[in-house]
């Protein structure tokens, strides 16, 4: 079975840039996370959606981030324009949420993303 | 406020010993689950322990959850080189039900063969 697919895996570009991250849920499952993970800061939950809608997005950063969700199977993370203090990993991940939420997530392997 | 605090952030043993990491959790909890972080990979799953559950069991893995004290530790018995990698406690709050995690920080975890 396939997992949660990210693209690009390495993403470098210059400060000023438009990046976009993308990101392919499990089939069948209805909520995806978007995660950003440095040393300084650990893991960070950015946003997340429950059946295509964003239902928490307070830890997005700035208005230079934005989420997408336009159908069950895509999801995209913007950063518009970068810069350098955004260079992190990159995570998106899905889960089946149902009622007592027993269920774990599924991480894809991430984006590397590098403002230089 | 930090949900999850794992104890130590490191941890070093010689392949064979076993390995314990310790979570702490400040609100009440739905869940407790554990990941493994393996260098440059996404996190994994490893074990989900219920509210109303005290232990569980998994191959080499042994999770205890203590309410009363809101913490949980995982014990990896046998340790083996592969064992190394970054894992991780994350709480689901009893209110929610999207599916929304608290991750802590993670303990890193070096087995030396």
């Known amino acids: 079975d396939a997992g949660v697919i990210q693209s690009p895996r390495h993403e470098v570009t210059e400060m000023g840039q438009e990046v976009t991250l993308r990101c392919k849920p499990i089939?069948?499952?209805?909520?995806l996370f978007w995660y950003r993970q440095t040393m300084m800061r650990g893991l960070e939950l950015l946003i997340y959606?429950?059946?295509?809608?964003?239902?928490?997005d307070s830890g997005m950063p700035e208005d230079r981030f934005s989420a997408k969700m336009p159908n069950a199977s895509f999801s995209t993370l913007k950063i518009q324009p970068s810069e350098p203090r955004d260079s992190a990993v990159y995570f998106c991940a899905s889960s089946l949420a149902q009622h007592e939420n027993n269920q774990p997530q599924h991480f894809g392997d991430g984006t590397r993303l590098s403002i230089l | 406020s930090q949900q999850g605090e794992e104890d130590p952030q490191a941890l070093s043993i010689q392949e064979g010993e076993n390995a314990t990491m310790n979570c702490s959790y400040k609100?009440?909890?739905?869940?407790l689950q554990w990941y493994r972080q393996n260098s440059g990979r996404g996190l994994v799953h490893l074990i989900l322990?219920?509210?109303?559950?005290r232990e569980k069991h998994s191959g080499r893995l042994r999770v205890t959850l203590d309410t009363s004290k809101k913490s949980s530790s995982l014990l990896i018995t046998a340790s083996r080189a592969a064992d190394t990698a970054s894992y991780f406690c994350a709480t689901a709050a009893g209110s929610s039900n999207t599916g929304k995690l608290i991750f802590g920080q993670g303990t890193t975890l070096q087995v030396k063969p």
């Open positions: 959606f429950n059946n295509n809608v964003p239902i928490d």
């Open positions: 322990i219920r509210s109303n559950e």
């Open positions: 089939s069948g499952h209805n909520s």
């Open positions: 609100t009440s909890i739905n869940n």
